[in-house]
């Protein structure tokens, strides 16, 4: 339920600002927004509000060692800006090519720093969103009014990860570190480390302090797939050698690596075990005959039923097969003085304990939002194709995807937002909502995410909170790039589950 307090009718003598077309956040989603656009809806008043200092958004905020892409920037960059680079990225990196993006769109004067989005109310008599920000600088309270609202801030909570409650927490006589809010001064040189986790964040912060810290062990409850490859892209190597205009070479390795992408994504629904066993050997090719693939690295579900972590140059497999970092998979009986107890009886000691277990799942920023009136409540709408949601107006949300990089999809929706925009222009009129077709009025109205499909924890956890999928097709979000990419651009806007008001 929103946030009753932030919905009251504020002061009146606020300063008021209208634009055309408000994006919400100045992460990879919105600066991608914010150039497509400005180059497909030109003369378009448009803000970026960033609560933030700078651009950046999960870049910016998360700061622990090895920070880096989980996803190849040939597909994870934008379609319009080439990458020139190894595939996988570090933040500062990825910040750099943000920066370009924004120098040389001139999108630096459309954003407004450090203002937070405190509450969203829409009006079908004004037909107008009125949007209440807070300046984190002066603590000034603003006000937007704008036609269309682009929600871009991403799907987590920024401000705190998930760290769950086991016993005997304040017992531990050491520190315990979440990483996305990693100290600037810590000290790990000469620390016995324990890294709790077994995703993307836990396979790149482990051979990222490997070597700083006296012996770093990652302790996984559950084993995780892992891809291990060279961090280089071959085809787009040699083109660049030949001299291939740069633009070219990140088009084709593009297309190759969309390719590739979806190979493995299909070969993983129709012969799981086969995969299973590549990625299995794949990790033995590191850590040799004798390491305990079996105990350590042989998840219970088949590959991508949750996300595959690429691990570039095999660096946590390299780290575990040097002796710098170890293994353990077992179940938290309880922390201790000394460090953790496993259920298995074995004590693990610890100077600092970090806890790369996840993020806590945020509904579009947590804002509270507000139509004609009544709060509104995401978790009781309906999601057409991921992007709007029924009963809320004149509003997109981007969500990317878990199987392929996040960025193909805020490339994908910025058309379809551009494309809705231009035709309300042209059919003059100034509201449009998804609403049901007469088909869809006795569907079965289901969880956002099938868990059969795909189950991370963290949206396990939340799904309460998500709006619904229907079980007819356009009320979910497939997930399915290969798809959303044929039949997005040809989405009929006049169509009925597009509802229309002048």
Not at 112 to 129: C, M, N
Not at 270 to 295: M, N, Q, S
Not at 345 to 364: C, P, R
């Amino acid at each position: 339920m929103a946030d009753q307090t932030a919905l009251k009718k504020p002061n009146t003598d606020i300063k008021t600002e209208h634009v055309d077309v408000l994006i919400a956040g100045a992460g990879i989603s919105g600066i991608g927004a914010a150039y497509h656009l400005r180059d497909q809806c030109a003369g378009k008043r448009f803000v970026v509000l960033e609560a933030l200092e700078d651009f950046g958004g999960t870049w910016r905020m998360h700061t622990y060692p090895g920070i880096r892409s989980d996803s190849d920037l040939y597909t994870f960059g934008y379609r319009f800006k080439p990458w020139i680079g190894p595939p996988i990225a570090t933040a500062e990196e990825i910040l750099s090519y943000m920066g370009d993006v924004i120098d040389e769109n001139e999108l630096d004067d459309h954003i407004r720093y450090q203002h937070k989005i405190t509450a969203a109310r829409w009006s079908s008599k004004d037909k107008l969103w009125t949007v209440d920000v807070t300046r984190g600088d002066t603590g000034e309270a603003l006000r937007f009014t704008t036609n269309f609202l682009w929600m871009c801030q991403g799907y987590y909570n920024h401000a705190e990860g998930y760290t769950p409650e086991w016993d005997g927490m304040d017992d531990f006589e050491g520190e315990i570190v979440h990483p996305q809010t990693w100290p600037e001064d810590i000290d790990l040189s000469g620390k016995r480390v324990i890294c709790i986790g077994s995703g993307a964040t836990a396979a790149t912060l482990v051979p990222a302090i490997a070597g700083e810290c006296a012996h770093v062990t990652l302790l996984q409850r559950s084993p995780t797939y892992f891809f291990p490859a060279e961090n280089r892209n071959e085809l787009a190597d040699e083109l660049h050698r030949i001299g291939v205009d740069a633009k070219l070479v990140h088009d084709i390795a593009r297309k190759k690596a969309l390719f590739d992408q979806q190979e493995m994504t299909q070969r993983c629904i129709d012969e799981p075990e086969v995969v299973k066993e590549e990625l299995l050997a794949a990790a033995r090719e590191y850590l040799g005959p004798d390491f305990d693939i079996d105990t350590h690295f042989t998840p219970k579900y088949r590959p991508w039923q949750q996300r595959l972590a690429f691990i570039p140059d095999g660096d946590l497999f390299q780290g575990l097969a040097a002796g710098q970092a170890s293994v353990v998979t077992d179940q938290i009986e309880r922390f201790t003085k000394k460090g953790i107890l496993l259920k298995s009886g074995k004590e693990l000691e610890a100077d600092i304990i970090v806890t790369a277990t996840g993020f806590n799942l945020s509904v579009l920023g947590g804002i509270p939002f507000e139509v004609d009136g009544a709060p509104v409540d995401f978790s009781k709408t309906v999601t057409y194709r991921g992007m709007m949601f029924t009963g809320v107006p004149n509003m997109v949300w981007v969500f990317g995807y878990f199987r392929a990089s996040w960025t193909l999809r805020v490339d994908l929706v910025a058309d379809f937002v551009c494309r809705l925009i231009k035709h309300m222009d042209a059919k003059g009129v100034r509201e449009v909502q998804a609403a049901f077709r007469a088909e869809d009025k006795d569907m079965d109205i289901l969880p956002w995410m099938d868990s059969d499909n795909f189950n991370p924890g963290y949206l396990m956890r939340s799904q309460h909170l998500m709006p619904k999928r229907g079980s007819n097709y356009i009320w979910q979000h497939t997930q399915d790039y290969w798809r959303e990419r044929d039949e997005l651009p040809e989405l009929d806007l006049n169509a009925e589950e597009f509802a229309y008001e002048a």
